[in-house]
T-cell receptor
Framework: EPEVTQTPSHQVTQMGQEVILRCVPI?????FYWYRQILGQKVEFLVS????????KSEIFDDQFSVERPDGSNFTLKIRSTKLEDSAMYFC?????????????FGSGTRLTVV | GENVEQHPSTLSVQEGDSAVIKCTYS??????FPWYKQELGKRPQLIID?????GEKKDQRIAVTLNKTAKHFSLHITETQPEDSAVYFC??????????FGKGTRLHILP
């Protein structure tokens, strides 16, 4: 079964440093998403991406965050200057389509720890 | 935007009994309702979903019901087993197309 692949599985970074989280969505999927989950809390929407641009972003997704699809296979989330409160599990997801007939496939996540 | 409420936050049931988790949503245009199971440290795994053109869907011991008028949907797990212990999230996909999650229910199956 096709999978969404995320790397690294765990990243530890110093506060103020930049991090890039990487995702390889399923190859025929067209819609891409980033979610985050702070430990013990619900999964929160960050951003959706379609046709090489952001479709929607949440209030969490401020100027410190950016997304990119640099080469047609990778989908990255960059946090420019990490804060302690950015520590969370970050999940990438992809979907074949944008309508109600399509569900998401989630990657296995990247655990980001900011120290 | 869409808002999804889920309860209870914690549920303990005896092995073999049934478990029911309930959710409500706010956006009447929502038309896709997935349920995810998340084991500790792992990704949310889709276990069942329902679309707005049906009222009930079953898959072995799992069933989901949807009441569009009341904007309620529920997950039912029958004959619970130890491996059903996990956090379960309901979610809804609304007019803005993104999936919004409930806060989760931690299900404990007691021996």
């Amino acid at each position: 079964e096709p999978e969404v692949t995320q790397t690294p599985s765990h990243q530890v970074t110093q506060m103020g440093q930049e991090v890039i989280l990487r995702c390889v969505p399923i190859s025929n999927h067209l819609y891409f998403y980033w979610y985050r989950q702070i430990l013990g809390q619900k999964v929160e929407f960050l951003v959706s991406f379609y046709n090489n641009e952001i479709s929607e972003k949440s209030e969490i997704f401020d100027d410190q965050f950016s997304v990119e699809r640099p080469d047609g296979s990778n989908f990255t989330l960059k946090i420019r200057s990490t804060k302690l409160e950015d520590s969370a599990m970050y999940f990438c997801a992809s979907s074949e389509g944008g309508g109600p007939d399509y569900g998401y496939t989630f990657g296995s996540g990247t655990r980001l720890t900011v120290v | 935007g869409e808002n999804v409420e889920q309860h209870p936050s914690t549920l303990s049931v005896q092995e073999g009994d049934s478990a029911v988790i309930k959710c409500t949503y706010s956006d009447s245009a929502s038309n896709y309702f997935p349920w995810y199971k998340q084991e500790l440290g792992k990704r949310p795994q889709l276990i069942i979903d329902i679309r707005s053109n049906v009222g009930e869907k079953k898959d072995q011991r799992i069933a989901v019901t949807l009441n569009k008028t009341a904007k309620h949907f529920s997950l039912h797990i029958t004959e619970t087993q130890p491996e059903d212990s996990a956090v379960y999230f309901c979610a809804a996909r609304g007019r803005d197309d993104k999936i919004i999650f409930g806060k989760g229910t931690r299900l404990h199956i007691l021996p």
